[in-house]
T-cell receptor, first 117, second 109 residues
Framework: NAGVTQTPKFRVLKTGQSMTLLCAQD?????MYWYRQDPGMGLRLIHY???????AKGEVPDGYNVSRLKKQNFLLGLESAAPSQTSVYFC????????????????FGEGSRLTVL | GQNIDQPTEMTATEGAIVQINCTYQ??????LFWYQQHAGEAPTFLSY??LDGLEEKGRFSSFLSRSKGYSYLLLKELQMKDSASYLC??????????WGAGTKLIIKP
């Protein structure tokens, strides 16, 4: 059971370059999320999806785009990378936000460490 | 605005007990989570509280007081592997998670 898998794990970009981070989950979860984690700050939500074909903006969406063409995959794109986007990016998924015995806990991928020079 | 406060860093001794506090001010409340994150790794779920009181899971317990906007994570019989960051997160009225910056726990022999 792989859980949530992110690729690539590490990447170095030059300012202005583009890239895509891929997240895949095999738990049949409806909800998927992209967060960034920076030193001294809490996790910040970039974009999220409540189901296949849907996406929504989170707290810090500027400079990022996402797509959820298949239920199991959630892609995060950077069209023109900036040094301010140097961060650790985490993908997460959950069955739902709440309901019954389900707490809506998040399952995280291992993280993707991105450096923009 | 919405805010989660946790101590930045705590130090404890192997075998001892430590309590990590979390206070929150959010737009509504639909549950509070604690996650553990080892350095360089992903956060992993520890506990969930939605009603007032204590939830116990082995060596870890989590307490919630909604009227005080307060929670704590209690770790007993500390082991070296408990050295990690502990993240508090609250789900608000829109079912969005608001995250604290985390508490780095250092365990000394």
């Amino acid at each position: 059971n792989a859980g949530v898998t992110q690729t690539p794990k590490f990447r170095v970009l030059k300012t202005g370059q583009s890239m895509t981070l891929l997240c895949a989950q095999d738990m049949n979860h409806e909800y998927m999320y992209w967060y960034r984690q920076d030193p001294g700050m809490g996790l910040r939500l970039i974009h999220y999806s409540v189901g296949e074909g849907t996406t929504a903006k989170g707290e810090v969406p500027d400079g990022y785009n996402v797509s959820r063409l298949k239920k199991q995959n959630f892609l995060l794109g950077l069209e023109s990378a900036a040094p301010s986007q140097t961060s650790v990016y985490f993908c997460a998924s959950s069955y739902s936000t709440s309901g019954g015995a389900n707490t809506g806990e998040l399952f995280f991928g291992e993280g993707s460490r991105l450096t923009v020079l | 605005g919405q805010n989660i406060d946790q101590p930045t860093e705590m130090t404890a001794t192997e075998g001892a007990i430590v309590q990590i506090n979390c206070t929150y001010q959010t737009s509504g409340f639909n549950g509070l989570f604690w996650y553990q994150q080892h350095a360089g790794e992903a956060p992993t779920f520890l506990s969930y509280n939605v009603l007032d009181g204590l939830e116990e899971k082995g060596r870890f317990s989590s307490f919630l007081s909604r009227s005080k906007g307060y929670s704590y994570l209690l770790l007993k019989e500390l082991q070296m592997k408990d050295s990690a960051s502990y993240l508090c997160a609250v789900r608000d009225s829109n079912y969005q998670l608001i995250w604290g910056a985390g508490t780095k726990l250092i365990i000394k022999p």
